[in-house]
């Protein structure tokens, strides 16, 4: 039986800190930190995720702008309102929701955003320290997860990681993480051979592929970690991630659930980036 990390319990902290963290920055400066998301279009699951952005920079005490535009909105038009926010002293953040519709270059609106802003790590130059290991932001995901296993006390020193997945959101960050943390990284992607002969060595196992319960217990050795970064809606319309949770679960020795794992402590360290990007610009 494995210890279940209980994502919405470590966000809920996490959170807490935070929100204390920005009414001092507020009460000693007059600064308000302020985050601006753009969404470009319909796409159900993007909507949910900004809402929840949203909420969370509310809670927080934080200014939240949603900024929604209509799917034909051109690149132009995009980068003229990524200019706007650029140029509002309001706002220390400044994100994009991916996926973008496919007419628009996502690549220069990306790199449009100034580092400074990039609250979700994603400029060339914020990539770029991240692998020197010299950073001012985490991108989220990556980050929640070495915040989970801080939490939970799981020494990453030495011990075999494989990263499932090899996404600039998440796979490729994560892998650099926690080799940073000094970790034995192995990184595996679709044209991996044998992936279950890899994935079994891992006592750290992350997988962030997008395919449901795509994970099963065969491929994970006994006492392992495993964390699920996917978010997948199953034909009968439950939420599941890419780890099979019950044919998993029975051998690791500790998991993530979904929802209620990764999930939560993405949006927590978006709100620090935030937070940082608020002091950066104001000491
Ligand atoms: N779409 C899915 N995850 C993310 C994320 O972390 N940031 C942005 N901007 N879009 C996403």
Do not use: W
């Not at 929100?19 to 969404?39: D, N, Q």
């Amino acid at each position: 039986m494995a210890r279940i990390i209980d994502g919405k319990k470590i966000a809920a902290e996490t959170r807490e800190d935070i929100k204390r963290r920005a009414a001092e920055f507020t009460a000693e400066t007059g600064v308000v930190p302020g985050l601006a998301v753009i969404i470009v279009g319909e796409n159900p699951a993007s909507k949910v995720y900004v809402r929840n952005k949203h909420k969370a920079c509310l809670e927080a005490g934080f200014r939240s702008d949603v900024i929604e535009m209509s799917e034909d909105t051109t690149n132009d038009e995009l980068l003229a309102k990524i200019e706007e926010l650029k140029a509002d002293d309001g706002i220390h953040g400044i994100l994009v929701q991916l996926p973008l519709p496919r007419h628009l270059d996502e690549k220069a609106v990306l790199e449009a955003i100034p580092p400074e802003k990039d609250v979700d790590a994603f400029h060339v130059v914020n990539t770029g320290k991240i692998m020197l290991g010299d950073y001012d932001f985490l991108p989220c995901t990556p980050a929640g997860v070495m915040k989970m296993l801080e939490y939970e006390k799981i020494d990453v020193t030495g011990r075999e990681c494989v990263v499932v997945g090899r996404s600039n959101i998440v796979g490729k960050p994560m892998a650099m993480l926690l080799l940073h943390a000094n970790g034995t990284v192995t990184v595996c992607h679709s044209k991996t051979r044998d992936l279950g002969e890899v994935t079994r060595r891992a006592d750290i196992l992350v997988v962030a592929i997008g395919k449901a319960d795509f994970i099963t217990g065969d491929m994970v050795k006994e006492g392992a970690v495993v964390i699920d970064v996917g978010m997948n809606r199953r034909e009968d319309g439950k939420l599941t991630g890419d780890v099979d949770f019950a044919s998993v679960e029975p051998k690791a020795s500790a998991i993530t659930p979904v929802p209620g794992g990764v999930g939560p402590m993405t949006i927590t360290m978006l709100l620090e980036n935030t937070l940082t990007a608020a002091k950066k610009k104001t000491k």
